[in-house]
């Protein structure tokens, strides 16, 4: 019940008493009115909402924080299309709910609108999240008003769940990423975008012949079509995956967990761009406490990380960090890490006594000032 209900039953009720003592023409015409007028306005209403159409989207699937201090907006779309010619929607109210799995926020809000007739209007209600996550908004209900605010009707509900990834700034970083190629003399399938090397059975790049050149280097095809003499270089060979534990273990309390959990994601994002930039294939690697497995994420590519972010999100993060390296250990047998990263935002002093620190697998505390590792 609106309060421009509320207030007209009030009316109706006083003239009806007045009705009750005075029974002449002036009152007898104002109850009239009072008996008219919302019928008038249920009319309109009706013919208001018999041609209004509502949809629901979100035009960016991702916002990105200006800094880990500042909130990002998660925007979305309400687009409310009035085919009336000649009645303008005055007010509409959507009523709107979001939630932060990652983080367990959530909350409700109300959007008001209006659209002229025979015009369609595209409303964006932005949600402001202060922590990173995947933040579930829902257009729960939507109804419009008539023009005294007597009556509303609803002209939509339950639109379908728009996720809108919430993700950290990227933080410049180094990774030795010399480190991530192989080391071996194994046969490999992947190849550096950035480095040359001396695998020949993928060309890297080709330039003109110079002094020193070795003459098996020589590009005889090329050269025959170019007229001079054009030298291939060979190709650096990348490590088949490199494995990435993600430890969403956080044992501050509830402020400081959502500054943790935030440098957490910064920290997973700013490593897997710089890798993708490099051509570094990755496997991500975490416990989902919801549904007790390990999850595993291959990500080669930026639309790859941000589905990865999605699944991530989906689990919440934890003060128990005894578990996850129970479940890693679990995880790691017969199945041994190479050129694998651990990375964490809490104190982890047993990880090595507990056996799961290994030739190759180095823990990264993603809460210092930077995240170079140690060569």
């Known amino acids: ?4 209900t509320l207030l007209f039953l009030f009316l109706f009720l006083a003239g009806m ?15 009239g009115l009072l008996v008219i007028i919302p019928v008038i306005m249920l009319f309109f209403l009706i013919l208001m909402r018999a041609r209004i159409t509502v949809q629901v989207d979100s035009k960016n699937p991702v916002a990105e924080k200006d800094s880990m201090e500042h909130p990002a907006r998660a ?5 409310v299309e009035n085919h009336n010619t000649l009645l303008p929607v005055t007010k509409g109210i959507a009523k709107v709910r979001y939630r932060n799995d990652f983080t367990g926020e959530r909350g409700k809000m109300k959007v008001r609108f209006s659209v002229d007739a025979g015009k369609k209007r595209d409303r964006r209600i932005p949600v ?3 922590n990173c996550g995947n933040v579930a908004i829902t257009v729960e209900k939507v109804r419009i008003y008539d023009y005294l605010n007597i009556f509303a009707w609803t002209v939509g509900k339950n639109f379908e769940t728009q996720n809108i990834l919430i993700l950290p700034p990227l ?10 190629y192989n080391e071996t003399n194994e046969d490999s399938d992947r190849f550096s975008l950035y480095k040359k090397g001396d695998d020949p059975s993928e060309i890297f790049d080709v330039r003109e012949f110079v002094d020193g050149d070795k003459i098996q280097r020589i590009h005889w095809k090329l050269s025959g079509k170019t007229g001079s003499l054009i030298v291939k270089e060979g190709s650096l060979p990348l490590t088949k995956v490199v494995n990435i534990f993600i430890d969403l273990c956080v044992q501050s309390e509830k402020e400081a967990a959502h500054q943790d ?7 997973i994002y700013s490593i897997s761009m710089f890798m993708i930039e490099h051509g570094i294939p990755q496997n991500y690697i975490w416990y989902d406490s919801r549904n007790d497995v390990i999850q595993e994420r291959i990500v080669e590519h930026e639309e790859e990380l941000l589905w990865m972010f999605q699944d991530l999100f989906r689990c919440r993060v934890t003060k128990n ?6 479940r890693y250990l679990a995880w790691q047998e017969g199945y041994p890490p190479e050129s694998a990263i651990y990375l964490t935002v809490a104190d982890h002093g047993d990880l090595e006594s507990a056996g799961l620190i290994r030739d190759r697998l180095e823990v990264m505390d993603l809460r210092g000032e930077e995240f170079e590792d140690e060569e």
Do not use: H
């Open 171 to 180: 933080k410049e970083m180094y990774l030795g990423r010399d480190r991530w």
């Open 1 to 4: 019940m609106t309060l421009g």
């Open 75 to 79: 925007v979305i779309t309400l687009s």
């Open 261 to 267: 959990s935030n440098c957490l994601v910064q920290g």
């Open 128 to 130: 402001v999240m202060n």
């Open 17 to 31: 008493l007045i009705s009750v003592f005075y029974l002449e023409f002036g009152v007898v015409a104002i109850m």
């Open 321 to 326: 960090p005894g578990e996850l390296a129970e």
